[in-house]
Every structure is written in C-alpha cells, then in structure tokens.
C-alpha cells in the first residue's frame, strides 16, 4: 500500500457520460498530480495541484476538469470523452517542489475506456 | 522543455546477471531525479530518489547514480532475480512535477 488511493480501478464510460476520478492520500502532503499514462507514450502530465491551488494545467482539453477540496483529496471530472482518452490515469502525491523531501508516491491508477 | 530518455527500451537477462539502466535528461537544472518500477497494469512504485546534491543512492541489490553536468542517471541491479521483471521508469523534476521517459522493460529469466 503507497499511500495512496484511487477509485474505481477500472471504468468504463460513453461518449456522452459524466463520471470522476478519485485520489485520495495519507501522507500528509502538499501536491497532487494527474498523469495519464498511454500506450507507446511516456506519462503525460496532466494536472498540478500545490496548497491545493493548481499550479500547472499542461494544456489538457476542457473535457477533463481537476479538482481539489482539500490537501488529501484530488478528483478528475469527465464528460464527453473521446476514444482516444482510454488510458491508465494515474495520481500521485509529494511535498511541494523546493521542498526537502519531494519524493513523489503513485496510486495503482484507474484503467478508463471510452465506447 | 524538459526530455526524458531512457536505453535499452527492452532487456532480456538471464537470473543471477548484473545490469545497468540508462537515463538521460536535457536539462541539467533539476531538483531530484527519481526512479521508479512499474508492473503490468498497475501503479508506479518508488525506488530510488537522487537529490540534486546527491551523486548515488542505495537500496539493497539497487544502485541509482546521477551525474548532472552530463544530463544522465544509471540504475545497477545486481544479481538479478525473475521477480524484477517490470518496467523501469526515470523521472526528473526540473519543475513543478516529474518528467518521464518511456523506460526500460526488463525481463529476467530463471
């Protein structure tokens, strides 16, 4: 267990539906980040989060929208995806760059699929 | 813009061999460069983190070294075992968060 979790494992979703993403972590950090992770491609990043205020949006479509209530819980919304948005998405969780310790955790990933 | 690059992209070994991963990264300027395993279908487990002060670290059969002038990074596994098969990430933060590169899947064979 890394310390970090995230709900559902797996997902499978419509074109036209609306579902979330969930992270959540025990390790009393400060940043979260959504990576996606693709066949073939390195992992992308997707999303910053730092204080909970987000600090990096890597030039993401508006159909992914980030959220982060507090320090412990980040979450991904999705609506009108397209194929080609199946991935593994993946979170993780470190203490903020410039930091001491900024060794950065991952969850197990959600595998999404997009029909 | 930060690239990440890792050789071999695939590596079959016999068990008990020693072997040496490759990174490479094009900026220098990082904070920490990180190396993490991967296996099938799940998340990314931490291994090893280099500060940027730092020249190596070790944990057990695992070597990582980081020389940042030459934008590169190694990670050594000795006396390698059937259960290190996985893919092996780099990642280096140079900014807000890690970059990585493609990795190196390793097979080893009993």
């Known amino acids: 267990e890394t310390g970090v979790t995230q709900t559902p494992r797996h997902l499978v979703m419509g074109m036209t539906n609306k579902k979330s993403l969930k992270c959540e972590q025990h390790?009393?950090?400060?940043?979260m980040y959504w990576y996606k992770q693709s066949a073939k491609k390195p992992l992308e990043l997707m999303f910053v989060?730092?204080?909970?205020?987000?600090?990096e949006n890597n030039s993401v479509p508006s159909r992914f929208s980030p959220e982060c209530p507090n320090s412990s819980h980040l979450f991904l919304h999705l609506h009108t995806l397209q194929p080609e948005d199946s991935a593994l998405y993946l979170c993780?969780?470190?203490?903020?760059?410039?930091?001491?310790?900024?060794?950065?955790?991952f969850g197990q990933g959600t595998r999404l699929t997009v029909v | 813009k930060q690239e990440v690059t890792q050789i071999p992209a695939a590596l079959s070994v016999p068990e008990g061999e020693n072997l040496v991963l490759n990174c490479s990264f094009t900026?220098?300027?990082?904070?920490?460069l990180q190396w993490f395993r991967q296996d099938p279908g799940k998340g990314l487990t931490s291994l090893l983190l280099?500060?940027?002060?730092?020249r190596e670290q070790t944990s057990g059969r695992l070597n990582a070294s980081l020389d940042k002038s030459s934008g590169r990074s190694t990670l050594y596994i000795a006396a390698s075992q059937p259960g290190d098969s996985a893919t092996y990430l780099c990642?280096?933060?140079?900014?807000?968060?890690?970059?990585f590169g493609k990795g190196t899947t390793l097979s080893v064979s009993s």
């Open positions: 993780a969780s470190s203490h903020p760059v410039g930091t001491a310790n900024t060794e950065a955790f």
């Open positions: 390790l009393g950090h400060n940043a």
């Open positions: 989060y730092s204080l909970e205020e987000r600090v």
């Open positions: 900026d220098s300027a990082i904070y920490n």
């Open positions: 280099i500060q940027s002060s730092q």
């Open positions: 990642a280096s933060q140079a900014g807000t968060a890690l970059i």
